[in-house]
């Protein structure tokens, strides 16, 4: 007969579902429910805009010493995890946390869990791929990772199911706020300017007449990623055409608020 075909744990229609119950215990506004409804044919953002960048990605060597496995997964701190050999040039696949526990659990030595054996495959999705789009595609293949690539099929980063969630909730959070875009917000005590991460390179030099190198980057927390090398902390800070940009909030890997300030 048919093989039966797992679903998924949530399928697009729970999400809709899982709104319209919000909206009408009264725990969504109205606004809200529409933007959450949008959010499942949300175009206007591409996974470039959300991935974690190359440079910020995270992984585990493949030869690391079966002893000092537990340690590093604890260190990583994510559910799944990036398997390569050496660095992110050599791929190998996804390494589901509780996979591995799973096998530790049924060996009598840490030595004898073969990290290769219970890899999942690499999951590329395109850079140009709307997170409206991927948010389905995650939850009708039940995938929780995927590496994003450019045109020619090189890695530029990764996005992950919750990286989708939270901007959704990011933005539904932030609609308290004035659109920071929108507006140009007072100077701080200090003489900074206290931006939203996802204000465009672009508009943030329009505002204030900065020169910010905006051929690369798109948002500030872009251009942050980029100059630095690595995703950056709270507080960690860098140096641009004369201006110091300072990473002022988070939110998981979403640099929520950039200080900029003259240098």
């Known amino acids: 007969g048919l093989a039966h075909k797992s679903q998924p744990a949530y399928t697009e229609a729970d999400v809709r579902g899982a709104i319209n119950l919000g909206l009408e215990h009264g725990t969504l506004a109205p606004t809200q429910h529409q933007m959450l409804d949008a959010v499942l044919d949300l175009n206007a953002l591409t996974l470039k805009d959300i991935m974690v960048h190359r440079s910020a990605m995270v992984g585990l060597d493949v030869n690391t010493p079966p002893a000092d496995l537990p340690a590093t997964l604890g260190y990583l701190a994510h559910s799944r995890v990036l398997v390569w050999a050496g660095n992110a040039d050599s791929l190998l696949g996804i390494l589901s946390v509780r996979d591995y526990l799973k096998a530790l659990a049924q060996v009598a030595s840490r030595h004898e869990v073969n990290l290769r054996a219970h890899l999942q495959p690499l999951y590329f999705v395109p850079e140009t791929t709307p997170i ?24 530029q980063g990764l996005v992950t199911l919750e990286d989708i ?26 003489g900074s300017w206290l931006l939203g991460g996802n204000l465009p390179v672009r508009d943030a030099n329009r505002l204030y007449g900065w020169q910010l ?43 929520e608020r950039v200080a900029v300030k003259a240098g």
Do not use: W, Y
């Open 213 to 255: 190198p905006d051929d690369n980057a798109v948002t500030l927390a872009g251009l942050m990623i980029e100059t630095l090398g690595h995703l950056p902390v709270q507080g960690e800070a860098c140096q641009l055409a004369g201006l110091v940009l300072t990473v002022q909030s988070k939110r998981g890997h979403r640099l």
């Open 165 to 190: 969630l939270e901007e959704i909730v990011g933005e539904i959070a932030d609609e308290h706020e004035p659109a920071l875009a929108q507006i140009k917000p007072e100077p701080q005590a200090d």
């Open 132 to 155: 409206g789009h991927q948010l389905r595609q995650f939850l009708s293949l039940r995938k929780h990772l995927a590496l994003v690539v450019d045109e020619f099929g090189d890695v």
